[in-house]
């Protein structure tokens, strides 16, 4: 899976290199930008715990930046980063008791990684649609603690002391696939606004929505 994914982006990516550009008098860009990225989860799944992000839980905004390449008037090449992104509003999920009824408090961030190829098709002069795909990257931290003897009480299920609660910590990397749709509108010769929309297989459903100032040099 690994091996594919970056198979596909290299491809992607390269392949625009060897095509000719539209339009002669065109000069190779970059592109640096600022935005607000809104990420939310569908469902979520760690060990047996089964989290349903239809209760909102696995969504949140983070400040993201991006670098961008364009060496044609229709190819371009984005890196995009988010930084430590907590999917989870103090534990993820509250309570969560798993299949061996311990009770868990899981506390789940990520930094997302967005590698893309972006297509551009010029609209009118100051705006621009844009067709992206490519690969997303996930760097995962979990803290869970897990207690076997809990209570219930007014606000829900909490450990029945201190001395019961287990803390674990593990970190691992996951891949996806990502594809999205922009509009851009430049404008000054320098200035532009996006707001573009994005969809990915990673783990069982990514979205992400941004919107984003950017400065061509």
């Known amino acids: 899976m690994k091996k594919s994914l970056i198979t596909l982006v290299v491809a992607t990516m390269l392949t625009p290199l060897f095509a000719q550009a539209n339009s002669t008098d065109f000069s190779p860009m970059w592109r640096a930008s600022l935005g ?4 939310s989860m569908r469902d979520f799944e760690y060990n047996d ?10 969504s949140n905004s983070v400040v993201s930046a991006a670098i961008e390449y364009q060496w044609s008037e229709q190819w371009s090449a984005s890196f ?26 899981l506390n789940y961030k990520v930094n997302f990684y967005n ?3 972006l297509y551009h098709h010029k609209i009118s002069k100051r705006w621009n649609l844009i067709l992206s795909g490519g690969a997303v990257i996930g760097k995962e931290k979990f803290v869970s603690i897990t ?8 606000f829900g299920r909490y450990c029945a002391s201190e001395s019961s609660k287990i803390q674990t910590s593990s970190s691992e990397t996951k891949y996806g696939l990502i594809a999205g749709l922009a509009m851009q509108f430049q404008f000054s010769e320098h ?3 996006k707001f ?20 061509r040099f």
């Open 36 to 39: 607000l990225t809104a990420t």
């Open 49 to 58: 715990i089964n989290i349903d992000a239809t209760t909102d839980i696995l």
């Open 80 to 105: 995009q980063v988010m930084p430590q992104l907590d999917n989870c509003h103090y534990f993820c999920g509250g309570h969560q008791v798993d299949q061996q009824n311990n009770l868990v408090d």
């Open 115 to 117: 590698l893309e190829a």
């Open 147 to 154: 207690c076997d003897q809990y209570k219930k009480g007014f």
């Open 191 to 193: 200035w532009g606004l």
């Open 196 to 215: 573009d929309i994005k969809t990915s297989n990673y783990r069982q459903g990514l979205n992400q929505s941004s919107f984003s100032m950017s400065y």
